[in-house]
C-alpha cells in the first residue's frame, strides 16, 4: 500500500519559520562575500568605501523590496507576506553594517570627524534618521512585541513609510557627483508608496434572485 501523498507533502514543506530563516540566511551572502574580499585585498586601495557604499545600497534595496510585499499581493495575487519580516531584518542589518563600517573602519570612532561629517554632509543626518527608525521597527518585529504592543503596533509600523523617505533622500545627496541610479530606485519607491492611496476595488455582490 502507497503512503499517503498529502502527509509526504506536509513533511517535505519548510514551516514558515525555516523559510524566513533561510531566506535571511541567503541573502547575508553578499555581505560575507564583500568583507571577504576586502580582507584578502581584492577591492581596491580603500576596501572600506566599496563596502560601506555596498551595504547602503543593500540595505535600501531590501527595504524597498520589503515594501512591495503587500502592493504585490493586491494587485497581482502573488503572496509573499511571509517573506516581509526577514526582509525588513535584512534591510536593518544591512544599514547597522553600513553605519558599523562608518563608524569603525572609515572614521575609527574619531568623534571630531564624525562630528565634521555632521555638520558639514546633511545626508548623513537622514541616513541616521532612517536608521533609528529601523531599530525600532527590528526591536518591535516579534510576535510577543505585537501582543504587547495592541492596536499601537500597526501605527508605529507604518513609520517604516517615513523610513523609505529619509533613505531616498540620504541616497540622493550622498554623492558630489550626479548619479542616475538613487533617483531610478527613489521613482520606484515613490510609485510604491503611491498604491497606498488607490483605492479598494469593492466586491460588487450579486443580484438576487426574484
Known amino acids: 500500500m502507497a503512503p499517503p501523498v498529502a502527509g509526504r507533502a506536509r513533511r517535505n514543506t519548510l514551516s514558515p519559520l525555516a523559510r524566513q530563516v533561510l531566506l535571511y540566511g541567503l541573502f547575508l551572502l553578499p555581505a560575507v562575500f564583500d568583507l571577504a574580499e576586502a580582507w584578502m585585498g581584492w577591492l581596491g586601495p580603500k576596501p572600506y568605501r566599496e563596502c560601506l557604499h555596498d ?30 519580516r526577514p526582509l525588513g531584518l535584512l534591510a536593518f542589518t544591512y544599514a547597522a553594517l553600513h553605519i558599523t563600517l562608518y563608524l569603525t573602519w572609515a572614521r575609527g570612532f574619531d568623534p571630531g570627524l564624525i562630528w565634521t ?68 530606485y527613489a521613482a520606484i519607491a515613490a510609485a510604491v508608496l503611491a498604491t497606498r492611496f488607490v483605492p479598494k476595488m469593492q466586491k460588487s455582490s450579486r443580484p438576487t434572485s426574484s
Not at 520589503?66 to 502592493?71: E, K, R
Request: include cysteine; glycine fraction near 4%; aromatic fraction near 16%.
Open 117 to 184: 561629517d555632521f555638520t558639514t554632509r546633511p545626508f548623513l543626518i537622514f541616513g541616521l534618521l532612517a536608521f533609528v527608525i529601523l531599530c525600532v521597527l527590528a526591536a518591535t518585529s516579534t510576535r510577543k512585541s505585537i501582543m504587547r504592543l495592541g492596536k499601537r503596533w500597526a501605527p508605529l509600523h507604518k513609520t517604516v513609510y517615513l523610513a523609505m523617505v529619509l533613505a531616498c533622500v540620504h541616497y540622493s545627496i550622498a554623492f558630489k557627483v550626479w548619479h542616475v541610479e538613487p533617483f531610478i
Open 55 to 84: 551595504f547602503g545600497r543593500y540595505a535600501f534595496r531590501f527595504l524597498l523590496i520589503s515594501l512591495m510585499v503587500t502592493p504585490l499581493r493586491r494587485f497581482t495575487r502573488i503572496n509573499l507576506i511571509v517573506y516581509r
